[in-house]
């Protein structure tokens, strides 16, 4: 039997063999013809290096087309001759980037191109292990295409280089040639630019901030938007000195604590926000193309809100000096659609040592604004409802596997005992939230907060319950995410701060597009985005955080959390080490989050714990001129919703038919639940172990000096309160 697939492979043998000659040599030729495509073809001429394009200006705009910075005005760039380069500049850049420079030949060849080669599999960006010679070939000779031919062209135009030029050459062209940052190309214009002064007479802690910036200028600048990523190079670029010999570890200590004075960069507008754009580009871009490619980038960003928060931000903090108060942030969105429309790192950007630094950005505690999250897990899973029981008693938990006895206490040291979760939330009560953190658990809480945005908290083991008090750190551009989910109906929207980019040739890169675009009054039926919590389980916690009746006990009914004709749902927060000042509102149209503190970390008054002294007036005045002639616009009723009278204590439904011996009813209040759930807490009249000393429940296992009674038990499903007991201050109870 002849099978047919051995015929065919026979048959393809016999032309292989006939052609063997043949094909011996169309495959190198074929070889050959491809490499010469695509890498000889348009390899350039290392006699080239030196002669500089003119790049274009990249200018960024406000939604509204007004400029607020050129990226680039121009090359800047001022060649010097290595001579007049200070040793201590060139030793720190060997150290960086090259500490072989002197003895090899242009090219690391093993583990330069294993390098490329992975990052070209794996489909990332090829970045590391480059020679300066590399690095001044890719900057002066080659595009800034990220691709396995480029990084062939660089291997081998290197070599070439070497052969043409000197040492002391190549670094002196690498010096002139590369990147620093801003308008500043080559190291004498860096110099100027950052420390407004010439090359010969920067000091060793100057000379290893230059250093470390031509690996990814946007990122290490210290005028961006991480100037703290700027401090962590220059000691890296310092230890890898010192271990190098070129300076002594008493030298790399000094330099490393020695203060620089940074020349002040002018001509910008909105600066942190800018610096955060910028930011984004590069990784998206590169830094090359947009440092010298000539985008066109319009933004979110509205400069007249942006000029009225800052001018806001900065009178506020200043009245806040005697309160130990340094700075300040606000961030300004729209929910619907994830715009930025103002942002404030900082309450002066060209104040020094840090006003640079973009608090908007930055990993600080949350305080107390991360409950409504807490609670809103724990309605989406149907463990409690807004008219849930919680018992405001001492409590102590050990439960939490590696943490030491647990004991929260509210702000004001005060216990209510029973409270129902609208007011445990409206009024920030701590323990009814650890109660509620309890019965999500620590696990579910870090698993769900990555859903709503807040993805700096990964591993439940580094968390206890303390983290619903905002025991974990979180960015406030991530807070403005995970609130926007209650804005939304549920729908969680990332914040978008670029909506076109529009290249030299009017070439459209990327456009943002989303139905809710330009709508000064969002449509829910619109809305794009990941479901984070039911429309339901939003609705409830807009309607608690808007509710003044619901925190009138803790802030008052006319405190700064309130904006007259306005429904706006708002929590605050305060570390209970009085460093993080919160205060996070919204309506369906926007959100507004402010914050107070220290750049240091350092505490603040004691005034402000509440939460309404320093960051809510900040809050409220913008929220005002946001909201300014705008509808008012209550978040909208689910059908899934729906009203019901509860009784005032327990949070139940009145008992229609009570049982015998019960009373007939109970005082009611009005609620709103999702339908088919129930409160979850209840009391009921039971024998009980009184302690006749104390006339409260007698404690666990205590057998001496006890009595048998009949009164009315609240549970809430942690633990047990005696309704008609005297209560003199005592123990805690424990929860195992």
């Known amino acids: 039997m002849v099978f047919p697939r051995l015929q065919k492979l026979s048959k393809i043998k016999q032309w292989v063999t006939k052609r063997r000659k043949l094909l011996f040599w169309v495959f190198p030729a074929v070889l050959i013809g491809a490499f010469y495509w695509l890498i000889l073809r348009d390899l350039p001429s290392p006699t080239k290096l030196g002669r500089y394009d003119v790049p274009l200006a990249t200018k960024v705009y ?67 292990g480059s020679t300066i010679t590399q690095q001044l070939v890719k900057s002066a000779l080659l595009t800034p295409e990220r691709t396995i031919t480029r990084k062939l062209k660089e291997f081998l135009l290197a070599p070439t280089v070497e052969l043409l030029y000197s040492k002391d050459k190549i670094l002196e062209m690498y010096l002139n040639t590369v990147p620093y940052g801003g308008t500043a190309w080559g190291i004498e214009t860096a110099a100027e630019k950052y420390f407004g002064k ?56 000094e330099a490393a604590n020695t203060p620089i004075e940074y020349k002040q960069e002018t001509g910008i507008q909105a600066p942190h926000f800018v610096m955060y754009v910028k930011e984004q580009l590069v990784e998206k871009y590169g830094e090359v193309l947009v440092e010298r490619g000539g985008l066109k980038v319009t933004t979110s960003l509205d400069l007249d809100l942006q000029n009225y928060v800052q001018a806001t931000v900065a009178a506020e903090v200043a009245k806040l000096k005697n309160m130990r108060v340094g700075n300040g942030s606000a961030l300004v969105t729209k929910p619907s659609t994830g715009e930025i429309l103002a942002m404030v790192g900082s309450v002066d950007y060209f104040a020094t040592p840090s006003g640079s630094f973009n608090v908007t950005t930055a990993l600080r505690q949350p305080g107390s604004s991360i409950k409504p999250i807490n609670y809103a897990i724990g309605i989406e899973n149907k463990i409690v409802t807004p008219a849930t029981m919680f018992l405001d008693i001492p409590t102590c938990f050990t439960s939490v596997p590696g943490q030491p006895t647990y004991c929260p206490r509210n702000y004001d040291g005060k216990f209510r005992g029973p409270v129902q979760l609208r007011f445990a939330l409206g009024n920030s009560l701590n ?8 019965l999500n658990t620590v696990k579910d809480m870090v698993a769900s907060a990555s859903a709503f945005g807040l993805d700096t908290l990964q591993d439940p083991s580094k968390y206890g319950l303390a983290l619903t008090l905002g025991g974990g750190e979180v960015r406030m551009t991530d807070m403005a995410e995970a609130f926007s989910v209650f ?11 670029i909506l076109k980019v529009v290249d030299k040739n009017n070439k459209v890169l990327e456009e943002y597009k989303d139905p809710n675009l330009g709508k000064e009054i969002p449509s829910q039926l619109l809305l794009t985005g990941e479901r984070v919590v039911s ?7 807009s309607h608690i955080l808007l509710d003044n009746n619901a925190r009138m006990e803790a802030f008052g009914p006319s405190s700064a959390l309130v904006v007259p004709g306005h429904a706006v749902s708002v929590k605050t927060g305060t570390t209970n080490d009085l460093r993080d000042n919160w205060t996070i509102g919204y309506t369906p149209q926007y959100l507004v989050a402010t914050w107070v503190g220290n750049n240091d970390n350092s505490p603040m008054n004691n005034s402000l714990v509440s939460g309404v002294t320093g960051a809510a007036p900040i809050w409220n005045k913008i929220m005002r001129r946001v909201l300014e002639g705008k509808p008012d616009i209550w978040p909208k009723q689910p059908d899934g919703i729906v009203g019901a009278q509860v009784c005032t204590t327990t949070g139940q439904l009145p008992p229609s038919q009570p049982a015998e011996g019960q009373p007939a009813g109970c005082q009611t209040r009005f609620e709103y639940i999702i339908k088919g759930t129930s409160a979850h807490s209840s009391s009921s009249r039971q024998l009980v172990a009184i302690d006749k000393a104390t006339g409260d429940l007698a404690a666990p296992g205590q057998t001496d000096n006890i009595e048998m009674q009949e009164h009315e038990i609240a549970w809430d499903g942690i633990t047990r309160w005696c309704l008609d007991c005297a209560h003199p201050e005592g123990k805690a109870v424990l929860v195992k």
């Open 535 to 541: 429309q339901e389980t939003a609705f409830l916690i």
């Open 198 to 253: 010439p090359i010969k007479d920067v000091t060793l802690a100057e000379a290893a901030i230059l250093a470390g910036l031509p690996q990814a200028p946007t990122l290490y600048s210290p005028f961006g938007a991480h100037p703290e990523l700027a401090q962590q190079r220059q000691k890296e670029v310092l230890r890898r000195m010192a271990e190098d010999g070129y300076i002594t570890r008493e030298q790399e200590q």
């Open 62 to 128: 406000d939604r509204k087309g007004v400029l607020l910075f050129d990226i680039f005005v121009g090359q800047n760039r001022s060649p010097v001759p290595l001579s007049d380069i200070p040793k201590v500049v060139r030793d720190a850049t060997i150290a960086i980037e090259d500490k072989t420079f002197y003895q090899h030949s242009g090219i690391n060849p093993i583990g330069g191109l294993v390098r490329a080669l992975y990052a070209s599999i794996l489909n990332k960006e090829i970045q590391g």
């Open 431 to 438: 323990i009814p939230a650890v109660k509620m953190l309890y």
């Open 487 to 497: 804005a939304n109906a549920g729908i969680r929207h990332d914040l978008v701060s």
